[in-house]
T-cell receptor, first 118, second 109 residues
Framework: GAVVSQHPSRVICKSGTSVKIECRSL??????MFWYRQFPKQSLMLMAT?????????EQGVEKDKFLINHASLTLSTLTVTSAHPEDSSFYIC??????????????FGSGTRLTVV | SQQGEEDPQALSIQEGENATMNCSYK?????LQWYRQNSGRGLVHLIL?????REKHSGRLRVTLDTSKKSSSLLITASRAADTASYFC?????????FGTGTRLQVFP
């Protein structure tokens, strides 16, 4: 079945530094990937939709200059948390949709990245 | 809020009992999906029900959908300790999956 690899699984960084998270679709092509953020014991909040070869679409309230998204190929999207602060500490999860699937069924999720900013 | 609401927020049951989780949403949908998340992990797709379907089964899972009430329910029958996890509904519309608030299920042996 479809597999999405997300890396790293855990990262600790100092305040003010930037962190890059990668999301790869391993056995399918994904023109669209999604980035979610999840606080402890809460739901997933959609941050942005990553489109291959074009700019990402951000949800209301998400700072695009803070959370930089690049989707340079059909199998890779990256999320960079710039100038990280402790309040950015969270669980970030990506999702990729198989471009052959048009019914809304073909979403596969990465295993998530636990970001801790100290 | 973009999210749907789920209830209960938390549910504790004994093995062998059934667990029912409910999901309500506000906007129209193409389909509604249910996912499972073990603590600190990614999501696993459980079942999808289309807007023109009313009920769907998969193993011990039964999902219902009432589009007139904008609600769905997930029933897990004969629960097992391994079913302990968080369960989320997610509505699909215009190429996005928007998740509900989730139900944390604890199944005691």
């Amino acid at each position: 079945g479809a597999v999405v690899s997300q890396h790293p699984s855990r990262v600790i960084c100092k305040s003010g530094t930037s962190v890059k998270i990668e999301c790869r679709s391993l056995d399918f092509q994904a023109t669209t990937m999604f980035w979610y953020r999840q606080f402890p014991k809460q739901s997933l909040m959609l941050m942005a939709t990553s489109n291959e070869g074009s700019k990402a679409t951000y949800e209301q309230g998400v700072e695009k200059d803070k959370f930089l998204i690049n989707h340079a190929s059909l199998t890779l999207s990256t999320l960079t948390v710039t100038s990280a602060h402790p309040e950015d500490s969270s669980f970030y999860i990506c999702s990729a949709r198989d471009q052959q699937e048009h019914s809304g069924h073909g979403y596969t999720f990465g295993s998530g990245t636990r970001l801790t900013v100290v | 809020s973009q999210q749907g609401e789920e209830d209960p927020q938390a549910l504790s049951i004994q093995e062998g009992e059934n667990a029912t989780m409910n999901c309500s949403y506000k906007t129209s949908i193409n389909n509604l999906q249910w996912y499972r998340q073990n603590s600190g992990r990614g999501l696993v797709h459980l079942i999808l029900i289309r807007s023109n379907e009313r009920e769907k089964h998969s193993g011990r899972l039964r999902v219902t959908l009432d589009t007139s009430k904008k609600s769905s329910s997930l029933l897990i029958t004969a629960s097992r300790a391994a079913d302990t996890a968080s369960y989320f509904c997610a509505r699909y519309n215009t190429d996005k999956l928007i998740f509900g608030t989730g139900t944390r299920l604890q199944v005691f042996p």
